[in-house]
């Protein structure tokens, strides 16, 4: 599969010029499978879905948008997939069920629809289907989806696994595991989650917000450190981390001072930039 990282920065967009190698855009990730030419998969809808439409040769969306969960960096970029807002195009987004009962339609339109946004997920254009999911597999195709709820902070949050039957990834942009216990280390507790979404991956996209030593989960918006995330890689035998949700003020240049201390790791650490194509 080919994986196209759309948006890798968290929490709220991050334009300028001391952001340009690592990029702004806001969670969104695009799988396409072996056999296929664009992309049937795309996880989160932040920002970064806008550069998802350009991978579409100028066709329409036909395929699955997951959902971690409904933050603002999560779902922002909906309504300006132009891919995905045309007559043809055909989208099932699926996003964790909410456990007060609240429909997935009604619960994306409590944040979009007038007076917050001028239309309401309904006025996409093209089949739009939206569904609340429980954990679990879904099948999409030649792809697999594996949701499992994880700690965050502000709603119910799941991480992701995708396998073609071949290579696997792991996907958790938000994640607070410290919610569970301080762990071995102090940085969140390697739960049965966690590691079951991790579990042989060729690489596990991970939540990077905070770095071991500026570490102050209670300080923000529920998130983890990388090194927990290296940690984490190691327990469950994922091969590789790729490190995302970089922290909005984070410019490239403190991007590549943190991962330089990262270099003797047990396993290889990437920074994850906007726009990078990763072939597995
Ligand atoms: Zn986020
Ligand atoms: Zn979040």
Aim: with cysteine; hydrophobic share 40%; net charge negative.
């Amino acid at each position: 599969m080919r994986i196209t990282l759309c948006g890798t920065r968290g929490s709220t967009p991050a334009p300028g010029r001391d952001f340009v190698r690592y990029g702004g855009h806001t969670s969104c990730i695009a799988v396409t499978t072996a056999d296929a030419v664009t992309p049937e998969l795309i996880l989160d809808a932040g920002t970064g879905i806008r550069e998802v439409t350009p991978l579409l040769a100028d066709g329409p969306f036909a395929g699955t948008i997951a959902l971690t969960h409904l933050h603002w960096d999560h779902v922002h970029g909906l309504p300006f997939f132009r891919g995905g807002d045309r007559d043809d195009a055909a989208v099932r987004l699926l996003m964790p069920a909410l456990a007060d009962g609240t429909g997935a339609e009604a619960a994306l339109a409590r944040g979009m629809s007038p007076p917050h946004f001028p239309i309401t997920p309904e006025q996409l254009r093209g089949q739009w289907e939206f569904t609340g999911i429980e954990p679990g597999t879904v099948r999409l195709g030649a792809l697999t989806l594996l949701a499992r709820e994880i700690p965050h902070k502000g709603g119910r949050t799941f991480g992701y696994r995708v396998s073609d039957g071949t290579a696997s990834f792991a996907y958790l942009p938000d994640h607070s595991p410290t919610n569970l216990g301080p762990g071995p280390d102090g940085l969140g507790e390697y739960h049965d989650a966690a590691m079951e979404l991790a579990d042989d991956a060729d690489f596990l996209m991970h939540d990077s917000f905070w770095y071991a030593e500026d570490f102050e989960p209670a300080e923000t918006l529920g998130h983890a450190a990388a090194e927990y995330a290296i940690g984490l890689a190691v327990a469950a035998g994922a091969r590789q981390v790729l490190l995302l949700h970089h922290r909005p003020d984070r410019t490239d240049s403190e991007l590549e001072k943190r991962a330089a201390g990262l270099r003797d790791s047990p396993v290889p650490v990437m920074l994850a930039a906007d726009g990078e194509v990763i072939c597995r």
